[in-house]
């Protein structure tokens, strides 16, 4: 879908009526797509390629209008709900809402709050509901913590990850800067590194690269390999994938390589971390033998496992990746809540 009409139609009229004008239009359209209006974001699995290219349009389209959004969503309240610590995906939701005109509430972590008291997920939704909460953004340590919380409101849930096992709107930020480096997803080959059993932003980004003609490779110790039913359902969709313990042997092939710090605060045994940390860094040496065009990606936060040394080359591409987050959760939201009113 493309979302916005070409600015000349409009450019005899004063900024703020043309503002209006793009967004009735954008209203009119948004209102159509039933894929996203009043619907929760819970996992990309949930999404396909055509759903997923016209959001990417959107995106785009909004980078060249930076301000065409302005103010759409005035009078509709956010709850951004974090139980887990954020920078990023808490931030930009955050910015994303304001910039949309949306009033913005919640807590960035659970320590500020009555969670801390012992409140309940259920008991803190039914509450933000109370005061007015037109749709939720809610990251829980918790797998199935979003979906649980769809279904305890009738309002849009936006899944900001939860446990191990999701991050559906990281993994559309993904799918967006690999694109936007390429200007296209199919044909390439994406190595995904690090911590692939507990990081859920690596089995998003292998669920929604599914739904393109990629070849993915799995570099990971083997402790800390794909878990098993992300790979069966890639299997089942018929998805190149193999697995390498070593970024070495695979690096030359590679157009896209995608690192993840070891999640520390998921794996249950500390001996496990112990055996783990440190066995991977990305870093000149390691990409020796890359591809000049290839692009790291890294969802951030990052430890010790990609080098300061790699920000100034051309093989950098996590800043551009992390500043995608807020156009594209802005169009999201404007989806998601596209109602006009
Ligand atoms: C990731 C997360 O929270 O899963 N961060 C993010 O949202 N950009 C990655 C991580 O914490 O390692």
Same mark, same amino acid.
């Given at each position: 879908?493309?979302?916005?009409?070409?600015?000349?139609?409009?450019?005899? +009229?004063?900024?703020?009526?043309?503002?209006?004008?793009?967004?009735? =239009?954008?209203?009119?359209? *948004?209102?159509?797509? /039933?894929?996203?209006?009043?619907?929760?974001?819970?996992?990309? &699995?949930?999404?396909?390629?055509?759903?997923?290219?016209?959001?990417?349009?959107?995106?785009?389209?909004?980078?060249?209008?930076?301000?065409?959004?302005?103010?759409?969503?005035?009078?509709?309240?956010?709850?951004?709900?974090?139980?887990?610590? /954020?920078?990023?995906?808490?931030?930009?939701?955050?910015?994303?809402?304001?910039?949309?005109?949306?009033?913005?509430?919640?807590?960035? /972590?659970?320590?500020?709050? /009555?969670?801390?008291?012992? =409140?309940?997920?259920? @008991?803190?939704? &039914? !509450?933000?509901?109370?005061?007015?909460?037109?749709?939720? %953004?809610?990251?829980? #340590? *918790?797998?199935?913590?979003?979906?649980?919380?769809?279904?305890?409101?009738?309002? #849009?849930?936006?899944?900001?990850? @939860?446990?191990?096992?999701?991050? #559906?709107?990281?993994? !559309?930020?993904?799918?967006?800067?690999?694109?936007?480096?390429?200007?296209?997803?199919?044909?390439?080959?994406?190595?995904?590194?690090? @911590?692939?059993?507990?990081?859920?932003?690596?089995?998003?980004?292998?669920?929604?690269?599914?739904?393109?003609?990629?070849?993915?490779?799995?570099?990971?110790?083997?402790?800390?390999? *794909?878990?098993? +039913? %992300?790979?069966?359902?890639?299997?089942?969709?018929?998805?190149?994938?193999?697995?390498?313990? @070593?970024?070495?042997? %695979?690096?030359?092939?590679?157009?896209?390589?995608?690192?993840?710090?070891?999640?520390?605060?998921?794996?249950?045994?500390?001996? +496990?971390?112990?055996?783990?940390?440190?066995?991977?860094? %990305?870093?000149?040496?390691?990409?020796? =033998?890359?591809?000049?065009?290839?692009?790291?990606?890294?969802?951030?936060?990052?430890?010790?496992?990609?080098?300061?040394?790699?920000?100034?080359?051309?093989?950098?591409?996590?800043?551009?990746?992390?500043?995608?987050?807020?156009?594209?959760?802005?169009?999201? !939201?404007?989806?998601?809540?596209?109602?006009?009113?």
């Amino acid at each position: 879908m493309r979302v916005f009409c070409s600015s000349a139609k409009y450019s005899a +009229e004063p900024s703020r009526r043309r503002v209006k004008r793009l967004q009735v =239009e954008v209203v009119a359209q *948004m209102g159509k797509d /039933s894929d996203f209006l009043g619907r929760d974001i819970l996992s990309i &699995r949930d999404y396909k390629r055509d759903q997923l290219e016209r959001l990417f349009h959107s995106v785009e389209d909004l980078e060249k209008s930076p301000n065409s959004l302005d103010g759409l969503l005035k009078g509709d309240l956010a709850a951004l709900l974090f139980f887990e610590p /954020s920078t990023r995906t808490y931030s930009s939701f955050q910015i994303a809402a304001s910039t949309l005109g949306m009033q913005v509430t919640g807590f960035a /972590s659970p320590a500020g709050s /009555s969670v801390s008291k012992g =409140e309940t997920l259920h @008991d803190t939704i &039914r !509450m933000f509901e109370g005061y007015g909460a037109d749709c939720f %953004v809610i990251r829980h #340590p *918790m797998p199935g913590a979003a979906r649980y919380a769809a279904e305890t409101t009738d309002k #849009p849930v936006i899944n900001a990850g @939860d446990g191990s096992r999701e991050h #559906p709107t990281q993994a !559309m930020i993904d799918l967006f800067a690999i694109r936007k480096a390429f200007g296209k997803l199919d044909g390439l080959k994406v190595g995904i590194l690090g @911590d692939l059993k507990y990081g859920r932003t690596a089995s998003s980004l292998a669920y929604g690269l599914s739904n393109y003609d990629v070849e993915m490779t799995f570099i990971a110790p083997e402790a800390l390999q *794909m878990r098993p +039913e %992300v790979q069966h359902f890639l299997k089942q969709k018929g998805i190149t994938s193999k697995s390498e313990k @070593d970024l070495r042997s %695979v690096v030359s092939e590679l157009d896209v390589l995608y690192v993840t710090r070891i999640q520390k605060e998921r794996i249950p045994d500390p001996t +496990e971390f112990e055996k783990v940390k440190g066995m991977y860094q %990305v870093n000149l040496e390691t990409l020796k =033998e890359a591809k000049p065009s290839l692009k790291v990606l890294h969802p951030l936060p990052r430890v010790d496992e990609l080098a300061a040394e790699l920000d100034a080359t051309n093989f950098a591409d996590y800043f551009v990746q992390a500043a995608a987050g807020l156009p594209l959760r802005m169009v999201l !939201m404007s989806l998601v809540l596209g109602d006009g009113s």
